[in-house]
């Protein structure tokens, strides 16, 4: 697989089943190709709690596209590659339930890639793996939990641990996208 979809997404309310905003990176034949980021209105109440982390606020999101509307352009470009998040259980639960929410057709199942779990394999003598870590280390720039810095930063770590030798194949899974769960480990 030579293309990547780097993505990340923020959350209105501790229910995680709507995105506030989403961000993407896509990496090609090992470099970043396009970059893509969009407060998303999740039609849902926000939590005080997941304010104050993202900064996104219900006054942000007003104007914004629905998670269905959004779909029409950044549905295509999701589908375009091997999915990648950093903690990537959280963003494939998030996107698979938004999917269901707005009665989305998709797939059964998608594979993925965890830059969480490939980090842990790549970099073992770290502390731990959280986003926020890793790009200390790495000395990538990071602007947690901003939809756009942090799919920009899965990237760079993808990029970096497969220059490092990683072999995609032994970290991909798969995702049911109608259950919101990981299913066998994928090998190719």
Same mark, same amino acid.
């Given at each position: 697989?030579?293309?990547?979809?780097?993505?990340?997404?923020?959350? #209105?309310?501790?229910?995680?089943?709507?995105?506030?905003?989403? !961000?993407?990176?896509? &990496?090609?034949? !090992?470099?970043?190709?396009?970059?893509?980021?969009?407060?998303?209105?999740?039609?849902? +109440?926000?939590?005080? $709690?997941?304010?104050?982390?993202?900064?996104?606020?219900?006054?942000?999101?007003? !104007?914004? +596209?629905? $998670?269905?509307?959004?779909? @029409? %352009?950044?549905? +295509?470009?999701?589908?375009?590659?091997?999915?990648?998040?950093?903690?990537? @259980? $959280?963003?494939?639960? &998030?996107?698979?339930?938004?999917?269901?929410?707005?009665?989305? +057709?998709?797939?059964?199942?998608?594979?993925?890639?965890?830059?969480?779990?490939?980090?842990?394999?790549?970099? #073992?003598?770290? #502390?731990?793996?959280?986003?926020?870590? &890793?790009?200390?280390?790495?000395?990538?720039?990071?602007?947690?939990?901003?939809?756009? %810095?942090? /799919?920009? /930063?899965? /990237?760079?770590?993808?990029?970096?641990?497969?220059?490092?030798? /990683?072999?995609?194949?032994? $970290?991909?899974?798969?995702?049911?996208?109608?259950?919101?769960?990981?299913?066998?480990? &994928?090998?190719?």
């Amino acid at each position: 697989m030579d293309r990547y979809i780097c993505f990340d997404v923020e959350t #209105p309310n501790f229910r995680n089943d709507r995105m506030s905003a989403i !961000g993407i990176c896509v &990496v090609e034949n !090992g470099e970043i190709t396009e970059e893509r980021y969009s407060l998303v209105n999740p039609e849902e +109440p926000f939590d005080g $709690f997941n304010i104050s982390l993202t900064g996104i606020t219900p006054e942000m999101v007003a !104007g914004a +596209p629905s $998670f269905g509307e959004l779909w @029409q %352009s950044f549905g +295509p470009l999701l589908k375009s590659g091997l999915l990648v998040a950093h903690n990537a @259980q $959280f963003d494939m639960s &998030v996107l698979s339930k938004c999917l269901r929410a707005y009665n989305i +057709p998709c797939r059964d199942s998608t594979e993925y890639l965890c830059t969480c779990r490939m980090s842990k394999k790549m970099m #073992p003598w770290m #502390p731990n793996h959280k986003l926020d870590t &890793v790009c200390r280390e790495l000395f990538i720039d990071l602007n947690h939990h901003n939809a756009a %810095s942090d /799919a920009r /930063a899965c /990237a760079e770590i993808l990029l970096y641990c497969l220059k490092k030798g /990683a072999c995609d194949s032994d $970290f991909r899974r798969g995702y049911s996208l109608r259950e919101s769960r990981t299913v066998k480990a &994928v090998k190719c």
